[in-house]
């Protein structure tokens, strides 16, 4: 079986690399397709996996456009690809497979390869018979259980070694660190078709650690470090007396990593020491210390944000401990947000039609993380904020001062745990016919008061289970986030609590080398405990739409919304000469419309599928999206998964990395049209207390007067009846989002 295992590990990992080294020299064929015959166990995708020997591209071929890569016949390399299919069917037992390949022209210039294989009998494993665990009861049931499953089954190598492996992992873990590499032999009966598997394991002895030494380089030419030793040695997982188990070594660079003083964190094992019953070995931790302190500034450009910016500074290691002060600012609607509106014409059409992206956005912080307070695991986090955003045509949030208290604990090895408490005082503006619709806000007195802030607290739990290595763009792996959020909420005199919770779920799966499938789900709804829902914040509720959710729709553009009328945009259904009233409906042009405002909702639900391809070499960092945006929003969480009204959406984007990050452009298509909803005028001359709000939905039976310029209110709630008008044109139904980062 070693024998098996060497010509596999030597042959076919150079496939994949090799793909990248068909040159056509002068003279030799192009290859038009590459035929596999005879294929079962491993399969055609398999095999064709482990061949170098690939075909010139569809595009290439078929229009004959010098785009996409050409391949041409490689005799040496389809001789190393007839081994390399050898050692495969080797991998999965089929010792008396055969193959052999065949060039066949097509005309001058191009040809055909064509693989034959023929498998023969498979070869059963009868056994599998395991040696050297009899005093570690433990592992030899592990191995038991791992091992027992192969027997009667055909003969699969890759899935032995990685079982055989996660045993000698788990002795491992178990103290024997000195454990040497299990001796495998395989016999096998080539007449019948069977085999027998031996597998010895050695473990030695057990080994305890018996000192832990620290040596620290100081940065800079400093005689004494920047963190003390004592700091370095609460955040160690290693001490004397426990097992030097892998896991451990890697947990201790990581969380010494992760103190961001260090560019080099190196934990080696030394001077075994021979006991009466178990040897001790000394464990010797390095460290070089990096700038303690250093200042980030960038800037960008996005759809919603028009030009922005931030800066951050760190300071990894004040007063010698190991905790970490930052200071950030963030600010956005640079160009179109006062007094930094220099540049309107700079600003995507969202941003300058928007009435609440008239201001600059900011967000200012300063966050203490005291990772050496309560031990090695809780890293508490203290942070001071001030800041002011806007959600799209729906909401501004004003928050002169804010408090957040965090711990992050770690569970190892892919999780981590958040908790964190928030105190903030300010004020949010709504839309004034938001606030009437949700709020029940529609008189001026009440949207004053309203408008008068209140404070909020907010108790949040969550974790997140991450397999993609933290990575902005990872190729594989799966990102789960949970949280909930438990609020009391005090504004404008209206108390009440509410609970608000999220799921968000990633998925990245590669196709090809160049080809990532990406899937995305998200399940929220947000509810009062006490009170009515009119005490839900309007920023704990959802909007859904854009860039980073459904792009078939502008930004909070899914969902309900209301229409806001431009004046004049209306014209008389009747006239009371008595009562002196007019009634008015509103004109059915999209030009009629002064905005369209987001209403939210308390039920969310959103799924993405993307798949993204990287581009060839020659273009650079270009990749291109294909994606398909599903999601509902509802104003009650009730039928949070009776999916009757999922808005689906497709779309195509492109990506280009660059030394700012990834920037984005989406397109997509939305093939539902603009939505029915209550449409309203406003009443700037309303008298004080009376309505502000006038429908001028068809059918309302709202008036207005003509004496005073009061909202007459009627019987009716305004009807959701008002259906701009808008073209049909292929051109009309796109989207177009750009941004910075991929969208999930």
């Known amino acids: 079986m070693s024998a098996v295992a060497a010509t596999a590990a030597f042959v076919l990992p150079r496939a994949a690399g090799a793909q990248e080294d068909l040159a056509c020299d002068r003279g030799a064929p192009e290859v038009r397709r590459i035929v596999v015959l005879g294929a079962v166990e491993p399969s055609e995708g398999e095999v064709r996996t482990a061949m170098a020997s ?57 040809a055909d390869v064509i693989f034959t294989i023929a498998e023969g009998p498979r070869t059963i494993l009868d056994s599998v018979r395991v040696r050297g665990l009899d005093s570690l009861p433990g592992a030899r049931a592990a191995a038991a259980d791992a091992l027992h499953d192969f027997s009667g089954e055909p003969f699969n190598e890759p899935e032995l070694l990685a079982a055989v492996d996660a045993v000698q992992a788990m002795i491992k873990e178990d103290g024997y660190v000195r454990a040497a590499s299990p001796s495998l032999r395989l016999v096998r009966d080539s007449v019948h078709h069977r085999a027998w598997l031996d597998v010895g394991y050695l473990p030695g002895r057990r080994v305890v650690i018996g000192a832990v030494d620290v040596s620290i380089r100081p940065n800079g030419g400093s ?7 004592a700091a370095v040695r609460r955040r160690l997982v290693l001490e004397k007396g426990m097992v030097p188990s892998p896991s451990l070594v890697l947990r201790s660079q990581r969380d010494l990593f992760e103190l961001d003083s260090y560019s080099l964190v190196r934990v080696d094992t030394s001077a075994l020491s ?73 600003c995507a059409d969202v941003v300058r039609t928007d009435p609440f992206s008239d201001r600059l956005n900011y967000f200012a912080a300063a966050t203490t993380y005291l990772t050496d307070l309560f031990g090695k695991k809780v890293t508490p986090q203290l942070t001071l904020f001030s800041e002011s955003r806007s959600e799209a045509f729906a909401y501004r949030r004003d928050t002169p001062v804010g408090l957040r208290v965090s711990l992050n604990a770690p569970f190892p090895p892919w999780v981590t745990g958040t908790g964190a408490l928030t105190y903030e005082y300010g004020r949010t503006d709504a839309d004034e016919a938001v606030a009437c619709l949700v709020f029940g806000a529609c008189t001026t007195a009440e949207v004053i008061q309203r408008q008068a802030g209140g404070s909020i607290a907010v108790l949040s739990l969550g974790g997140v289970y991450d397999l993609t290595g933290g990575r902005i763009d990872p190729l594989i792996g799966v990102r ?106 509103a004109k059915g042009a999209e030009s009629a419309v002064r905005r369209t405002s987001p209403l939210g909702g308390n039920a969310l639900f959103v799924a993405n599928v993307e798949v993204r391809v990287r581009a060839p070499r020659q273009l650079g960092a270009l990749s291109i999206a294909g994606f398909i945006d599903a999601g509902q929003l509802q104003s009650t969480p009730r039928n949070l998964f009776r999916f009757d009204n999922v808005k689906i959406t497709p779309g195509m984007g492109v990506r280009l990395a660059t030394a700012f990050g990834l920037f984005r452009v989406d397109v997509g298509y939305n093939p539902y049209g603009k939505t029915v909803a209550p449409a309203f005028l406003p009443v700037t001359n309303s008298v004080v207390g009376g309505g502000r709000l006038l429908c001028v939905s068809p059918g309302s039976s709202d008036r207005i007067s003509l004496v005073d310029g009061s909202v007459i209110k009627g019987p009716v709630d305004c009807p959701s009846s008002y259906a701009p008008q808008a073209e049909t044109g292929f051109a009309s139904r796109l989207v177009f989002h750009f941004g910075l980062g991929q969208p999930f």
Not at 57 to 82: M, N, Q, Y
């Open 54 to 110: 690939v075909a010139t591209s569809f595009w290439r071929r078929t229009t004959r456009i010098p785009f996409g890569a050409r391949h041409c016949v490689d005799s040496l390399e389809l001789a190393r690809d007839k081994e390399r299919l050898h050692a495969l069917h080797l991998q999965h037992g089929l010792f008396l497979a055969k193959t052999s390949y065949d060039v066949q022209m097509i005309d001058a210039k191009t």
């Open 223 to 229: 005689k004494e470090p920047r963190v003390a030793e």
């Open 274 to 346: 021979t006991g009466r019953e178990v040897d001790s070995m000394r464990v010797t931790v390095t460290l070089v210390e990096t700038s303690t302190r250093n200042l980030r500034v960038g800037g960008g450009w996005a759809t919603l944000d028009c030009f922005r910016t931030q800066a951050r500074y760190v300071d990894r290691s004040p007063f010698g401990t190991a905790r970490r002060v930052e200071l950030e600012l963030r600010l956005s609607k640079i160009g179109v947000g006062a007094p930094l509106a220099f540049t309107p014409g700079a």
């Open 480 to 585: 789960v986030r949970l949280e909930n959020r438990l609020g009391a909420a005090n504004l404008a005199g209206a108390t009440g609590s509410f609970d608000r919770a999220l799921l968000d779920a990633t998925f990245f799966r590669p196709l090809s080398p160049s080809v990532t499938l990406a899937a995305h789900v998200q399940f929220g709804a947000v509810t009062h405990i006490a009170s009515n829902s009119g005490t839900i914040p309007l920023q704990e509720r959802f909007f859904l739409g854009g860039q980073n959710s459904v792009r078939g729709y502008g930004q909070n553009q899914l969902g309900d919304v209301l229409y806001v009328m431009n004046a004049g945009a209306v014209d008389t259904v009747a006239r009371d000469t008595v009562l002196k009233t007019l009634q008015l409906q």
